[in-house]
């Protein structure tokens, strides 16, 4: 009624404060439900509860809301729909296929999960389930993320502009909240494919203000992979691989303020391998197993103490550990195994944080709060001996205000202050952000930000059996915190022409104290020196321009996502000392999708994926080098690091889901994928040698024969499916 246009956004618990007067008018609306028109009336209640309507739809259009709709906010948001509808391989929906969609974010390799935001190192991403920090966020080395399609209400993203309540890693922050079970009736349904079967259920407990949700997935290609490995290898040798999750989330409405929810996850991957036997021919028995994955228990409280103050206190305990074992039995020596290797590298943490919101008025609020948590690491213990058992103890204090001035303009300032202890080794850091605003119109607005962040710990890759595992260890004196200072700046303009949403952003950031591995070097397994192997004092350098496009209507929504990159590395000890090309540098990255519901019960979606070739290190000629039994071997001599790149990737993919009602009138879902639609030939990797044939693998010999080079692709076109039956 004053002629001014407010909006609030509510939190995932579903409240929201906005200050009203008599005779205006609020909408209240949500995704998948029918919108509320309620005009303020006198007396109304400070405190009200609004219960929407729930849309009779079996399909709705719907985009990865890449655009921020709201200029006041630093995050993109996804939502559990938004998820599902993406065209993936297997017909599994992954949040982390879902966030490749958006600019700036890309993947190690193709079908990988391992997230390279910006040009940082994927070991600096901060994955949250419901605010608490998750260490691994893969199965299958990368093939799949371990977060639960079926668990997640929304995903909050930020490349930049971080909150102060974010701290202690660098590149980005996913921060995903779980749903909580429903409290009237109660859910389930189950889901089948080839590759993974799930099934989560959810409801009240009793007639209480107790409700919970569970799921659970299980991959089923564990009995085929180890049959098919034992027949092709003429029952010489088996190899299994599986992996499995549980989410669960148990949620207490004590009254309308307040919540208390109890939070565990466990996540786990397996590979196995057998060969031989006491009763096989050379009665030779060889056996090896690594197990990696993580454990998380979390309680939270959330209160709203008045109507402008907002608490929530949570206490976690999280694990992850890597744990390999290698044995071998000769039983024509002994019954006793004549190697029995074993290996573990572990990272838990004990954490409890606490952080507050007060809104002064509509146009300012403060928050601020505290991190408080104790991190153990174990990188590299050995056949159960002694373990290098490192802690590290970190405080964080925080605080931030944020202010809207002139109707379409804010401003976000924050610090937040780390200490860090390791060993006597100790550091007092500020870091600053800041975000400021400004609006042109409701529709325009520019916003540019700065943040100065610290991350205490360390991620390295290490070679395995059959995908890379991670190893993390902390910072110290040796391996000091990496630090990085980012600059952006963004436009954004609401109905463009008055039909398509834009958003541009420019980039610089600039990272010291970055480690990575000595030349030669690829592995960490074992190794009481390992720390020789690691190269540090490095230095990052990326810089880009994004751009992101999209349109969404009823009738159908589309996405166009374009990055432009140069993103370089320097250490002191790689590469004589120059800088070179980040190993995941892809300097053109185009993303294009489309949804269109075809009737009330089908929907098609597609997506076409460009990027430019990966670098690598070029051979450049061979020459002859001394060997082990002192002849004359020819090897090859390498060119400047990562002068080169693999040929340019790009892929079609498309995805159609059909609903429909089963004979016992229960809704069912069929969703059919093809990944990788014209079949091609993308390089996954590639390699220097005198055939093509899977001889590379063991056969080094060059000697005298001429050399090409090769290119190694996994993923050719790839249909699959999956069903799914919801049990109401």
Not at 187 to 208: A, E, R, V, W, Y
Not at 265 to 286: A, T
Not at 406 to 420: D, E, P, Q
Not at 675 to 690: E, K, M, T
Request: net charge neutral.
């Amino acid at each position: 009624s004053s002629g001014q246009n407010k909006s609030a956004i509510s939190d995932t618990q579903g409240y929201f404060r906005l200050t009203a007067s008599v005779g205006d008018s609020l909408i209240i609306t949500f995704l998948g439900y029918k919108p509320e028109k309620i005009v303020v009336e006198e007396g109304l209640k400070e405190k009200n509860s609004f219960l929407l309507e729930q849309k009779i739809e079996y399909l709705e259009v719907v985009s990865v809301q890449g655009h921020n709709k709201n200029a006041q906010h630093n995050f993109q948001r996804l939502r559990g729909r938004n998820i599902q509808i993406n065209p993936v391989i297997g017909s599994v929906p992954d949040v982390i296929k879902s966030i490749e969609q958006l600019p700036g974010y890309t993947t190690q390799n193709e079908a990988s999960s391992q997230l390279i935001v910006r040009g940082s190192l994927p070991g600096q991403n901060q994955y949250r389930i419901d605010g608490i920090p998750l260490t691994y966020v893969n199965h299958l080395g990368g093939f799949f993320s371990v977060f639960n399609p079926e668990m997640i209400n929304t995903v909050d993203i930020y490349k930049s502009g971080f909150p102060s309540r974010y701290g202690g890693k660098l590149s980005s922050v996913i921060d995903i909240t779980q749903q909580e079970g429903n409290s009237k009736n109660r859910k389930s349904k189950l889901t089948l494919s080839p590759l993974i079967s799930s099934f989560d259920i959810n409801g009240p407990i009793g007639h209480s203000n107790w409700t919970y949700f569970v799921s659970a997935r299980k991959t089923l290609i564990d009995p085929l992979m180890a049959g098919i490995s034992y027949l092709s290898a003429a029952n010489d040798f088996t190899v299994a691989y599986g992996f499995h999750d549980i989410n669960s989330k148990v949620t207490y409405r004590m009254n309308d303020r307040s919540t208390l929810s109890f939070i565990v996850y466990n996540g786990d991957d397996y590979l196995n391998y057998w060969s031989g036997g006491e009763n096989s021919p050379s009665k030779i028995q060889s056996r090896r197993q690594t197990v990696w994955g993580n454990w998380l228990v979390a309680s939270k409280w959330k209160q709203y103490i008045s109507k402008r103050l907002y608490t929530d206190l949570s206490l976690s305990y999280t694990r992850y550990r890597l744990k390999y074992k290698n044995q071998y039995f000769d039983y024509n020596q002994s019954d006793s195994a004549l190697i029995n290797y074993r290996y573990l590298s572990t990272l838990s943490e004990v954490r409890a944080q606490n952080h507050y919101e007060y809104s002064l008025n509509d146009d300012i609020s403060i928050l601020y709060g505290a991190e408080f948590y104790q991190r153990s690491f174990s990188p590299n213990q050995i056949n159960n001996g002694t373990s290098e058992l490192i802690n590290t103890f970190h405080l964080e204090p925080y605080a931030e205000i944020n202010a809207k001035f002139f109707n379409h303009s804010f401003i976000t300032a924050g610090v937040r202050f780390n200490y860090y202890e390791n060993n006597g080794f100790t550091r007092n850091d500020f870091s600053p952000r800041m975000t400021i605003g400004l609006g042109i119109s409701d529709r325009q607005h520019f916003k540019v930000s700065y943040e100065q962040l610290f991350q205490y710990d360390h991620m390295l890759f290490t070679t395995g059996f059959i995908a890379n595992n991670e190893i993390w260890f902390p910072a110290d004196q040796q391996f000091l915190p990496t630090q990085m200072d980012q600059y952006s700046i963004s436009y954004i303009h609401n109905q463009l022409f008055g039909f398509i949403n834009l958003d541009v952003s420019a980039y610089y950031r600039n990272s010291t104290d970055v480690l990575t591995y000595k030349e030669g070097y690829n592995n960490l397994f074992g190794d009481p020196t390992w720390r020789n192997k690691i190269a540090s004092n490095g230095r990052a350098t990326s810089n880009g321009i994004e751009v992101l496009l999209d349109k969404e209507t009823k009738s159908y929504s589309a996405q166009l996502a374009y990055t432009y990159s140069k993103i370089v590395y320097r250490f002191p000890e790689v590469n004589d000392g120059l800088q070179y090309p980040f190993e995941f540098d892809r300097p053109h990255m185009l993303n294009i999708s489309f949804s269109k519901p075809l009737t009330d019960k089908m929907n098609l979606s597609i997506a076409w994926t460009y990027q430019s070739g990966l670098p690598f290190t070029p051979a450049i000629g061979k020459r002859l080098s001394p060997s082990v039994n002192g002849e004359l071997d020819e090897v090859l001599i390498y060119g400047e690091r990562n002068s080169d790149r693999l040929r340019d990737y790009h892929r079609l993919d498309a995805g159609l889901s059909y609903r429909k009602q089963s004979k016992k009138g229960r809704p069912v879902e069929w969703r059919f994928s093809i990944y990788n639609v014209y079949n091609r030939l993308n390089s996954y990797a590639n390699f220097y040698h005198y055939t093509d044939s899977e001889q590379y693998l063991y056969d080094l010999d060059f000697n005298g024969k001429s050399i090409n080079l090769y290119q190694k692709t996994f993923f050719p076109i790839i249909p699959s499916f999956s069903y799914t039956i919801y049990f109401d």
